[in-house]
Nanobody, 124 residues
Framework: EVQLVESGGGLVQAGGSLRLSCAAS????????IAWFRQAPGKKREGISC???????WYDDSVKGRFTISSDTARNMVYLQMNSLKPEDTAVYYC??????????????????WGQGTQVTVSS
């Protein structure tokens, strides 16, 4: 069992920045990936970035060049630095945990554990 807690969301103006944090606790795995997803009202949950235990990183094209994922394994933390935010980035952001991965999973069905989400609102 893995528990995930997101923090760092809030209200920011377009062009601004936020850093989301995901604190992981519980069982440990040698082979895993942690991803960030987001879900806007009326839309499907979409993967935007993933980092694996082997250091592989993936970004969706919608955030590439603006968002940066990183991890601090000693503290069991994963971060998402979000710069140049746009109104269309407004969503609830979730972190998710997958085990026994190959590469960088990016679809919700590939992840077994989820946080409760944190709201990010970008005003124009």
């Amino acid at each position: 069992e893995v528990q995930l807690v997101e923090s760092g969301g809030g209200l920011v103006q377009a062009g601004g920045s936020l850093r989301l944090s995901c604190a992981a606790s519980g069982s440990t795995f040698d082979d895993y990936a942690i991803a960030w997803f987001r879900q806007a009202p009326g839309k499907k949950r979409e993967g935007i970035s993933c980092i694996s235990s082997t250091g592989n990183i993936w970004y969706d094209d919608s955030v590439k060049g603006r968002f940066t994922i990183s991890s601090d394994t000693a503290r069991n933390m994963v971060y998402l630095q979000m710069n140049s935010l746009k109104p269309e980035d407004t969503a609830v952001y979730y972190c998710a945990f997958a085990t026994m991965v190959t590469g960088t999973p990016r679809y919700p069905g590939e992840f077994s554990y989820w946080g409760q989400g944190t709201q990010v609102t970008v005003s124009s």
